[in-house]
């Protein structure tokens, strides 16, 4: 059973009802439609906001912030964030209110509701750190907070080994320095810590002369030298890298969980990395190999030679003629469409469990992972990172990514995707792509992310400004496709690639 966390209300209108949460996810608290948990409209509720707070849940971690509200939000009795009497609902979602890490037991009000926070976390063994089902838990519990398996504690008493067993101690994967502090005390697995992130190149190099000394984890990047970087994002880093043997050149990616990877959180990644190299298509970077080691996962990844959309956009002075950005994003629409409708074969897993599934979202389009090739000399984009934000985030292996300290930003992210975490689909990506296209075309993100202003906020409320005022040079056809495709409220207008397409070729 994986950790989880529930929110009891314990006072007001809906006191009683329960939100239980065993995966990453966001919450948007308020009276508006799309809040949820949503808040009634009665006089208890009259000051509370439409969007009044976020709560970014990653069990067992959760964290709250307050988005400017008219009242405030409390926590644990006292108050976190309130706009000033007078400032407008504008104004106070410019103001920065800190986040709140929110342990068990904890109480968040907002107007007259309360919730009472639960936090569970399920007992592992300290000595294999298989995790013990609640019903055995205190048979084999030898210290408080300590616990050991039935299969370790008769080994212990074969040995005749009478000490009880101890906590494993916390440490970096790397350099072994205690991580306790970092980690937190409900987490467990393998971790790098913050110092060491911070020389990826030198953990690279770690697992390469590891993976040559024979690591068995590491057979997939053995005989692999690195060349140079080629880039860098939320989620990890690229290099590319050289077969010593064969010569052929690939792009090398390293990914550093921000949390304690545990077995089940591995697993869970490595499940919808497998369902991601099941994609062939021209417009679909090629995975190839993948593993983890030390709670460090990398990839070898088919190489384009052309580099990142976003690159060659800072090479041309920051937007494309429409010839050649619709070039790109018809390309891309190519490979969203395949990948939303592929049928991804039954994947066997080390446990037995097998996958089965209907299409891949990939959730994180951007020009940052449309990548340039030339395929029989003609150029090629495809898109690259299929998957692989939607897989980290939902094995919790991204942290608490939807508050202030998230390092990717909702530039090209549909309101949908915050309301809807956990369920968005396909045609989020086609609101991307879209997105992309706008960029392309003028430079400009879809909407104006005003500086000091809450992001998060900036997508529920405010709507995408229309392309001819960022450039009126565009032809009006194709400027009124990408507007329509741009409508997130109350829906996406465009739900498959293929429809997009369509219509953006017959508005040229």
């Known amino acids: 059973m994986p950790s989880k966390i529930t929110l009891r209300i314990t006072q007001g209108a809906s006191s009683g009802r329960e939100f239980a949460f065993d995966e990453t996810t966001c919450c948007i608290v308020g009276r508006a439609n799309d809040c949820s948990p949503q808040l009634p409209t009665d006089e208890a509720h009259r000051t509370v906001s439409r969007h009044h707070c976020l709560l970014d849940i990653n069990p067992p971690d959760i964290r709250v912030r307050d988005f400017g ?8 009795g006292k108050k976190i964030g309130q706009r000033e009497n007078g400032m407008s609902a504008e104004e106070g979602a410019r103001l920065s209110f800190p986040e709140h890490d929110l342990k068990h037991s904890d109480e968040i009000q907002v107007g007259d509701t309360v919730f009472r926070v639960a936090v569970f976390v399920p007992a592992r063994c300290a000595e294999c750190s298989v995790e013990i089902p609640e019903d055995k838990k205190l048979q084999a519990e030898r210290l408080p907070g300590v616990f050991q398996c039935g299969s370790c504690r008769k080994k212990a008493d074969l040995a005749q080994r009478k000490e009880p067993p101890k906590k494993k101690a916390k440490v970096c994967a790397k350099c072994g320095h205690d991580v306790a502090a970092e980690i937190g005390e409900n987490r467990q697995g393998d971790y790098v ?62 990914m550093l969980p921000k949390v304690a990877a545990d077995e089940r959180a591995k697993q869970t990644f490595l499940r919808e990395v497998a369902n991601t190299k099941a994609l062939k298509h021209r417009n679909v970077v090629e995975f190839r190999e993948s593993g983890c080691s030390d709670g460090i996962f990398f990839f070898t990844i088919e190489y384009c030679a052309q580099g990142s959309v976003d690159k060659l956009m800072q090479q041309r002075g920051g937007k494309f003629s429409v010839k050649e950005a619709m070039a790109i994003i018809c390309d891309v629409l190519d490979g969203l469409e395949y990948a939303h409708n592929a049928t991804i074969p039954n994947i066997k897993l080390k446990d037995g469990r097998c996958t089965e599934g209907h299409g891949l979202t990939h959730r994180d389009l951007s020009p940052h992972n449309i990548l340039l090739t030339e395929v029989r000399g003609v150029r090629t984009a495809k898109v690259s990172d299929f998957g692989l934000s939607r897989a980290f985030d939902l094995a919790g292996l991204s942290g608490l990514a939807r508050t202030g300290n998230s390092e990717g930003k909702p530039w090209f ?25 706008y960029n392309m075309l003028t430079g400009n993100f879809p909407r104006d992310f005003s500086q000091g202003k809450d992001v998060w906020q900036t997508v529920l409320e405010s709507d995408p400004v229309p392309l001819r005022r960022r450039d009126s040079s565009i032809p009006s056809r194709l400027a009124k496709v990408i507007d329509k495709a741009l409508i997130d409220r109350p829906a996406i207008s465009f739900k498959t690639a293929a429809d997009l397409k369509k219509a953006l070729q017959a508005a040229l």
Request: glycine share 12%.
């Open 69 to 76: 509200s008219l009242n405030g939000t409390y926590v644990n």
């Open 413 to 437: 992210m549909p309101r949908q995707q915050v309301v809807n975490f956990k369920h968005a689909g396909p045609e989020v990506d086609v609101w991307a792509a879209a997105a992309c296209l």
């Open 193 to 254: 810590c913050a110092q060491c992130q911070k020389d990826p190149l030198q953990i690279l190099k770690g697992m390469l002369d590891k993976a040559k000394a024979g690591g068995r984890e590491l057979q997939a990047i053995r005989g692999y030298s690195i060349e140079r970087e080629l880039g860098r994002g939320g989620m990890g880093l690229v290099w590319l890298a050289r077969n010593d043997a064969s010569g052929e050149l690939v792009a090398l990616k390293v």
